[in-house]
Nanobody, 115 residues
Framework: QVGLVESGGGLVQPGGSLRLSCSGS????????VGWYRQAPGKQRELVAQ???????NYSGAAKGRFTISRDNAKNTVYLQMNSLKPEDTAVYYC?????????WGQGTQVTVSS
């Protein structure tokens, strides 16, 4: 089974940028659809952006125009570039890889947007 490792979270000021990475443990990861989700304290986990194995992309309304999801199959990695960050983007961000009925979650990475 593919394993996932996330990285790239941290503390950033409002208006700043971060790039999150979700790396798969093997090349089979490239056949998975990958979504970035986030969960803020006291709130439900929500989908932020998703990219399938063919490169088709969907964004949530909150992400559209500010966030960009991409994948580098040579590196078995999916990225989430986040620009113009706002305090309301503060959350734990998780990546999820899915194929047929299988769902795999990463461990999460904290993003804090604060001055």
């Amino acid at each position: 089974q593919v394993g996932l490792v996330e990285s790239g979270g941290g503390l950033v000021q409002p208006g700043g940028s971060l790039r999150l990475s979700c790396s798969g443990s093997e090349s089979a990861f490239n056949g998975y659809s990958v979504g970035w989700y986030r969960q803020a304290p006291g709130k439900q986990r929500e989908l932020v952006a998703q990219i399938d194995s063919g490169g088709s992309i969907n964004y949530s309304g909150a992400a559209k125009g500010r966030f960009t999801i991409s994948r580098d199959n040579a590196k078995n990695t999916v990225y989430l570039q986040m620009n113009s960050l706002k305090p309301e983007d503060t959350a734990v961000y998780y990546c999820q890889a899915s194929i047929t009925i299988f769902r795999i979650w990463g461990q999460g990475t904290q993003v804090t947007v604060s001055s």
